[in-house]
């Protein structure tokens, strides 16, 4: 499926519910940045990846998807391609050098 298939599900879904007041892009970003710290709080108390239990990765697959459903509805609201901001971006990270010392890590 499509990006922009996605996306054309999403607007019906909240357009059916009449949620488009809402949508503003500050309640948007709020709504983003909640659904980022649930996918955070899988991680809350372990040192690992593989501490990450079969219900964990359910879990951050669904909490992924939501900070991808609010993505795709900012995306729209600003009539970007999310596909196309992300190539936009990581062609000037690749032009950009970060130093870690071991420390950092």
Same mark, same amino acid.
């Given at each position: 499926?499509?990006?922009? !298939?996605?996306? &054309? $599900?999403?607007? *019906? ?6 949620? %488009? ?5 500050? #309640?948007?970003s709020r709504a983003l940045g909640i659904e980022a710290s649930e996918v955070e709080k899988i991680f809350l108390w372990k040192n690992s990846?593989? %501490? =990450? #239990?079969?219900? $964990?990765? *359910? !879990?951050?697959?669904?909490?992924? &998807? ?13 009539? =970007? $391609?999310? *596909?196309?901001?992300?190539?936009? @971006?990581? &062609?000037?990270? %690749? *032009?950009?050098?970060? @130093?870690? !010392?071991?420390? !950092?890590?």
């Amino acid at each position: 499926m499509e990006t922009k !298939d996605v996306i &054309a $599900d999403l607007i *019906n879904f909240r357009n059916e519910r009449q949620w %488009q007041e809402y949508h503003t892009l500050e #309640s948007l970003s709020r709504a983003l940045g909640i659904e980022a710290s649930e996918v955070e709080k899988i991680f809350l108390w372990k040192n690992s990846d593989d %501490q =990450l #239990s079969e219900k $964990d990765l *359910n !879990d951050l697959k669904f909490e992924l &998807a939501d900070v991808l459903t609010y993505v795709y509805f900012m995306c729209e609201k600003m009539d =970007l $391609d999310p *596909n196309k901001i992300v190539e936009e @971006k990581l &062609a000037i990270n %690749q *032009n950009r050098h970060w @130093k870690f !010392d071991k420390e !950092d890590k």
